[in-house]
């Protein structure tokens, strides 16, 4: 926490700092021990990391926090920890003109106040934050350009994407500064001749037609986009023409989910040219070599022509998926031995099939680098495919490297520094500036010579035999037979999300969890964006776990708030108040699942959603009917309920095999509670046939006592008449029989039997027994089982 409060009151007096000629000087004296910038910054946030880490692995609010809490070092250790924290919050809250906490503890609303201090004071640090990240990037609040476009000092820039990199003498050399934003530019979607499909259906191949083929392409994908040009289904009735979709689906159903070249791919062998020991080619220098900007049909197809002719080339993309809910492709990156090409994606998206007829070709090697992704990208957005994959960060991962990625090739290899500020820019942005352009090209331009260094490698690992070239091939061969798969919405998906989550929700606020994350999907898919643009999962989170009662709650739980939440607030406050409304259910934390507990055997789960502890061991701490009846209830003490949560700790995995009372089997009492679990759902999915086996089981109850007062009105008109007959001594033995059985069941329950007459215990004399073996001599009877001494 202090480091981040020493960069952010370094990185206000650098942008407040007008003249940043004695930049050097400066660094050295305000920066003690590091560097520069930069590398103070590098520093302070692994500190944070660290801290972060630290803080996961703490015991957790609860039972587990109180029984730590017990101890005296470990309390100690956590005031003192308290008191170093709150000292150097202080000192962040004075140095921003905040004021500092309070050391009253003995107030009763000062935990209320020091709460109080610390929001404000963060909202002031936060909002000093922003107003320096919005200088730094460009932007006025008063629509005044702070950073025109020419030439202008140096400064230290904080920003991921905008910061200066080389060394100290080359960043203060005069240079042009580009701001590079996205903001407000046209949606790219809406320029697409077919509408991007956000349905909550699976993914269907775009492929219509099958390049390099071995096994013909399935007629349904061929013959898709001749029923499309030639629609004769509305020519018939509607219900006839849904008929016949449904029976050209059915036919085709193994068809339309499977990779369309898996035959190709299974037969597929290395080719002979990877078994061989490379010549490494030396890349040319990339001012050099000539790079075309692709965006007509006309040159796609020279370039498809271009890389029949060569036996490899390298690949890459640039995908953008904050401003869309699927994602997209926005530039592909090839690069030959002798050129780049970049290929504008979301202007020739329609005619991207036509480089099926290169990247299925077997002849052919493409060299990629991570392509676990781009193999998805490519079948989804354009429906291409690749055989013949050679992926070097597979390779890489083979030959052990320390580190996989292409940053680290490009080093190892060509003495190259990669240029990461615009790794996660908007791609979509058109015209390309030249910087974006430039880094783009760069990521396949040194490939083909990483590809030919890294096979050579394999060769001097495996002693000349190409053994790790093919375990390199064969995991490529396995990426590229990866299918795209559309995530679906189904009512179970917000229990992935939830189980990441380190919080435990009660029923209300997990109702409000999976409305919320209904509604989120729903509106992504229609507006097209993506799930963290309608709403962040952290925001998700806190609206549920906080279940705010006015529209103003929840915008107060979003900082800052999204567009769409603003204009739906209406909308989830109905269904926080939707949530309000369910039945609250005691939390309780989730334990960790036994693994000899089965959850499918419901035969003996019982239905009541009280807990039993009366199978604890020990005496049950929780009063019986029979007790309550009998004297008034003690309410549990807090040591009491520590002591209940404490044995139900120590539970045996095994007592389910035990036999037990009533039969009831034993389950984990968290585990019908927990909604990750699965005695949860099951309990759920047979509720209505438990509470009609309960009712079976009320209405044999109540037959069974109406038959016994039937009996004892019997018994009781038999004794009547024999009583008029006069038969006194028949009278005097079946009296008390009768009066014992018209007693109430309370009444047989508070009477209890006399107490036996206590017989004084005499120990047997063994000297007296008939057996001789007690009788001190050597003659031993002889006994029809053999007897064990103790020691053995």
């Known amino acids: 926490m202090a480091a981040c409060g020493r960069i952010e009151m370094d990185t206000e007096e650098n942008s407040g700092s007008q003249s940043v000629g004695a930049a050097g000087s400066g660094d050295a004296a305000m920066f003690s021990g590091f560097k520069d910038m930069d590398a103070f910054v590098k520093h302070g946030l692994g500190a944070v990391v660290a801290v972060t880490k630290a803080a996961a692995g703490l015991p957790q609010a609860g039972d587990e926090y109180d029984f730590y809490r017990s101890f005296p070092a470990f309390q100690s250790f956590c005031e003192a920890q308290g008191d170093r924290l709150l000292q150097c919050m202080s000192l962040l809250m004075r140095y921003h003109g905040c004021r500092a906490h309070s050391r009253d503890r003995n107030s009763l609303t000062g935990l209320e106040e020091s709460f109080d201090l610390v929001v404000d004071s963060n909202d002031v640090i936060l909002e000093r934050a922003g107003i320096l990240l919005d200088e730094a990037s460009g932007v006025s609040r008063t629509q005044q350009p702070i950073m025109p476009v020419g030439f202008q000092p140096p400064k230290t820039v904080v920003s991921s994407w905008n910061r200066r990199g080389g060394d100290l003498a080359q960043r203060n050399t005069l240079e042009t500064i580009r701001l590079l934003q996205a903001k407000n530019i046209q949606r790219p979607q809406l320029k697409f001749k077919e509408k991007v499909d956000n349905s909550n259906t699976p993914f269907v191949l775009k492929i219509f037609i099958k390049p390099n083929a071995i096994k013909p392409l399935s007629s349904y994908f061929t013959n898709k986009r001749l029923r499309k040009e030639r629609p004769e289904d509305l020519d018939i009735p509607a219900a006839l023409a849904d008929f016949v979709h449904q029976q050209r689906t059915q036919e085709h159903m193994d068809d339309m989910f499977a990779h369309p070249y898996q035959y190709e791919l299974d037969h597929l062998l290395m080719p002979e040219s990877l078994m061989s020991k490379p010549e490494p080619q030396m890349y040319r220098p990339i001012d050099e070599t000539p790079c075309k900007f692709i965006d007509s049909l006309e040159e796609l197809v020279m370039l498809n022509e271009k890389l029949a002719k060569t036996t490899e080339f390298a690949v890459d993309l640039e995908h953008h998926s904050y401003r869309s809910f699927l994602g997209i492709t926005c530039l592909m990156q090839i690069s030959t031995r002798d050129e780049d090409f970049i290929i504008d994606t979301l202007e020739l998206r329609s005619e991207m099939y036509i480089l099926n007829e290169t990247f299925t070709d077997p002849a052919i090697t493409k060299v990629f680098h991570g392509a676990d992704s781009d193999i998805e990208w490519l079948q989804k957005d354009f429906g291409l495919y690749v055989v013949n994959l050679f992926d070097t960060h597979q390779a890489a991962r083979t030959l052990n490297l320390g580190r996989h990625s292409l940053d680290h090739l490009l080093r190892l290899y060509c003495s190259v520094d990669m240029d990461k500020r615009y790794q996660l820019a908007d791609w979509r942005i058109r015209p390309l500036p030249q910087e974006m352009f430039e880094y783009a090209r760069a990521d396949t331009h040194y490939l083909l010579y990483t590809y030919d260094r890294i096979r050579l490698d394999l060769l001097e690992a495996a002693n000349g035999q190409p053994t790790l070239i093919q375990v390199a091939w064969q995991k490529s061969k396995t990426i590229s037979l990866k299918v795209y798969m559309k995530p679906i919405y189904t009512e179970h998906s917000y229990l992935e999300l939830y189980r990441k989550q380190k919080t435990t929700f009660n029923t209300q606020q997990l109702t409000a969890f999976r409305l919320l994350y209904g509604w989120r999907d729903k509106l992504a898919r229609e507006q097209d964006e993506s ?176 038959r016994a007062r039937e009996a004892a009105k019997r018994e009781a008109a038999r004794l009547e008449a024999t009583k008029r007959e006069g038969d006194s001594s028949h009278l005097e033995q079946s009296a008390p029989k009768a009066k014992k059985k018209q007693l109430n069941p309370t009444e047989k329950a508070s009477k209890k039997a006399p107490p036996e007459a206590s017989v004084p215990f005499k120990p047997f004399d063994y000297s007296e027994a008939p057996l001789k073996v007690f009788s001190g001599t050597t003659a031993v009877c002889q006994l029809p089982f053999p007897l064990i001494s103790p020691a053995e």
């Open 531 to 706: 799930t963290g643009y309608v709403l962040p999962n952290h925001m998700l989170t806190k609206i549920s776990e906080n279940l705010p009662k006015e529209p103003q709650g929840i915008i107060a739980c979003c900082n800052p708030v999204p567009p769409l939440v603003r204009q739906q607030v209406n909308e989830l406050h109905l269904l926080i108040q939707q949530a309000r409304d369910m039945p609250l259910l005691k939390v309780r934390h989730r334990q960790p699942r036994v693994p000899l507990f089965g959850p499918h055997d419901i035969s003996h789960v019982p239905e009541s959603p009280l807990f039993d502890f009366s199978s604890s061991p020990g005496k049950s701490l929780i009063p019986s009917e029979k007790d309550t009846k009998q004297k008034k209830v003690v309410p549990l003490t807090v040591a009491q309920q520590k002591a209940c949560s404490i044995m139900e700790s120590f539970e045996n995995p095994f007592r389910m095999y035990l036999p037990s009372k009533d039969n009831n089997i034993h389950i984990s009492k968290t585990a019908k509670y927990d909604p990750s679990s699965k005695v949860y759902e099951i309990s759920n999915r047979w509720k209505l046939q438990s509470i009609e086996q309960q009712k079976k089981e009320a209405e044999a109850q109540q037959e069974a006592r109406a």
